[in-house]
């Protein structure tokens, strides 16, 4: 079975790291699962990577030290400057709002 494909707009520096996390608004895509294997793909990065557990919270319940890590927040920026970095990671009319759900996916490189 072909393992299914987790894209990364950019190539984040934390993909460099051996156990990572990320952020993912639910849009009604399927979610990936604990024990899933995954294709993990940025413009130049790609690996395959273990799915260790997958939690789903509403935005506004991410605690802001989580959201500065996985946006690789610069010094000063406010968790409103982060939900918007956020956004722009979407397509307009699918922009998140702290209302929203969302998964944080833990993965491991394999």
Same mark, same amino acid.
């Given at each position: 079975?072909?393992? &299914? ?12 790291? &051996? @156990?990572? =996390?990320?952020? #993912?608004?639910?849009? /009604?895509?399927?979610?990936? @699962?604990?024990?899933?294997? @995954?294709?993990?793909? /940025?413009?130049?990065?790609?690996? #395959?990577?273990? @799915?260790?557990? =997958? ?13 500065? *890590? ?5 010094? /000063?920026?406010? &968790?409103?400057d982060l939900m918007n970095k956020l956004g722009k990671l979407y397509k307009f009319s699918e922009r998140p709002t702290e209302s929203d759900?969302?998964?944080? *996916? ?5």
């Amino acid at each position: 079975m072909k393992a &299914r494909t987790m894209k990364f707009s950019q190539d984040w520096d934390k993909l460099k790291d &051996r @156990v990572f =996390a990320t952020i #993912r608004v639910d849009r /009604g895509d399927l979610k990936f @699962v604990p024990d899933e294997t @995954v294709e993990v793909q /940025g413009p130049k990065v790609k690996f #395959r990577a273990r @799915v260790l557990m =997958a939690t789903t919270v509403k935005l506004k319940d991410v605690p802001l030290a989580f959201l500065e *890590y996985d946006l690789e927040a610069k010094k /000063g920026e406010k &968790r409103q400057d982060l939900m918007n970095k956020l956004g722009k990671l979407y397509k307009f009319s699918e922009r998140p709002t702290e209302s929203d759900e969302a998964t944080i *996916y833990i993965l491991q490189k394999i």
